[in-house]
């Protein structure tokens, strides 16, 4: 049956939301991806930031297998040890005193969302229910959350929806003080803007924005569902910022690849999700939470890490170098291993293409818009990959350059 199965039955079968590469992957080790051919790809895309450990770490593996005769499922008319274990460290390792588990970050989102209006209409009343969020900013795909993101192209034809969210142009405090008030309820912020660009929040921005809620009881919230679970060098962003948020969103790396999404907050504002007000069948299924918490355990050490910002910096090192022979890049930029490569005029526009090219050279990457390639490996890619990788790199970039 396997040999029947191929990229072609994606566009007989599946729904046209997606255009998957021509490849068709099926193996994954650390930091090597192989394809139905045996073609090997390095890993520059981390599953879009999400297998944060590489592909099948061991000890990922070993958790998975020991929970899966265990106990794979209840729903949250039990509770489960894993999923307690995984709230307990989430909240040892955070400011947070309390832990709402979802399947996906648009559902983490969207809980936070949803528990910030019913805690703003409780204690202040229906009027406070505006959600300010950013130009350009991602926070899923439901409706709800897809509206709160600032690129309408992602909402034209789902009208009607969800109302009483304004956008205001990123890292600017002068307009955010200009329009918020005492009827914003929260205000969202992407610690580093992942899908809209790779584009940071200055410090002043996420201070200024505290600052601000506080004025107006408005709740801050971080969504750090692409900057988490140790992305930037910190096992939160918002860690190196000093900022501390009212709610925090995570997802993607948390569970390592498996599907898994949390919202984070204070033993308070959780108190507006009261018995009944909100759920999910699969939120907290202890099969993903073993998983989680092990990769959790092992993301969430010193050396891991430090690892992390080393590698930032051979990343940089190599990118820039690469870029003064072939000149593609504008702007190399990012934290962690979150990396964005801007490309200039004339080849504005070509970001899938250089990722197409890549992918011919057997290297995986990501973009971030038309005209940002953006990495995101795992966190722990041994260091002979990424030189292996870069290498790749450039032959893609000479390959873009010259047009063939
Ligand atoms: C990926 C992402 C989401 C959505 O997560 P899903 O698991 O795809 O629902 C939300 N916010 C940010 C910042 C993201 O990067």
């Known amino acids: 049956m396997a040999t029947e199965i191929n990229r072609h039955t994606f ?21 090597r991806v192989w394809d139905q051919n045996g073609k090997e790809y390095i890993d520059f895309a981390g599953g879009i930031a999400v297998t944060a450990l590489g592909h099948c770490h061991p000890e990922l593996v070993k958790a998975l297998q020991d929970q899966s005769e265990q106990l794979w499922h209840l729903s949250n008319v039990w509770t489960n040890e894993p999923a307690l274990q995984l709230a307990k460290m989430l909240c040892a390792a955070t400011f947070a005193e309390r832990v709402y588990f979802a399947n996906s970050g648009a ?14 209409h409780e204690h202040y009343g229906p009027d406070k229910s505006e959600i300010i969020a950013f130009n350009n900013a991602f926070h899923g795909r439901t409706l ?78 971080f969504d750090e569902i692409q900057t988490g679970m140790g992305r930037t060098g910190e096992l939160f962003a918002y860690m190196g910022s000093g900022v501390v948020p009212d709610i925090l969103t995570t997802a993607k790396a948390l569970g390592g690849g498996i ?28 099969l993903v939470c073993a998983v989680a918490a092990r990769a959790l355990e092992l993301i969430n050490q010193p050396s891991l890490l430090s690892g992390v910002t080393q590698r930032h ?11 003064q022979q072939i000149g593609l890049f504008s702007d190399i930029r990012g934290q962690g291993l979150l990396i964005g490569c ?62 063939y």
């Not at 599946?14 to 992957?25: F, T």
């Not at 559902?107 to 703003?120: D, P, Q, V």
């Not at 909402?155 to 969800?162: I, M, N, Q, R, S």
């Open 11 to 31: 566009d007989e079968v599946m729904v046209p939301n997606y255009a998957p590469a021509q490849i068709v992957p099926v193996r994954g080790k650390g930091s």
């Open 107 to 120: 559902e983490a989102n969207e809980a936070a969302f949803k528990l910030a209006r019913k805690y703003s």
């Open 144 to 221: 709800f959350t897809v509206s709160v993101g600032g690129q309408p192209k992602y909402t034209e034809g789902f009208e009607p929806v969800p109302q009483g969210i304004t956008h205001l142009p990123f890292n600017d405090l002068a307009s955010l003080e200009y329009h918020i008030s005492d009827e914003t309820c929260a205000v969202v912020i992407e610690p580093i803007q992942g899908e809209g660009g790779i584009v940071a929040a200055e410090k002043v921005f996420l201070e200024g924005a505290r600052t601000l809620c506080d004025k107006h009881n408005a709740l801050l919230i």
């Open 259 to 286: 599907p898994i999404g949390a919202m984070l907050t204070t033993q308070e504002l959780a108190a507006g999700l009261a018995v009944g007000s909100h759920g999910s069948t699969y939120g907290g299924n202890p």
């Open 313 to 323: 910096q051979l990343f940089m090192e190599e990118l820039n170098k690469l870029n």
């Open 342 to 403: 801007e490309l200039r005029q004339p080849w504005h526009g070509q970001a899938r293409d250089l990722l197409t090219k890549a992918q011919d050279q057997g290297l995986m990457t990501l973009i971030a818009g038309p005209d940002v390639v953006r990495l995101a490996p795992s966190l722990i890619i041994p260091y002979p990959d990424i030189y292996n990788g870069i290498k790749r790199l450039s032959q893609a970039m000479l390959a873009l350059k010259v047009g």
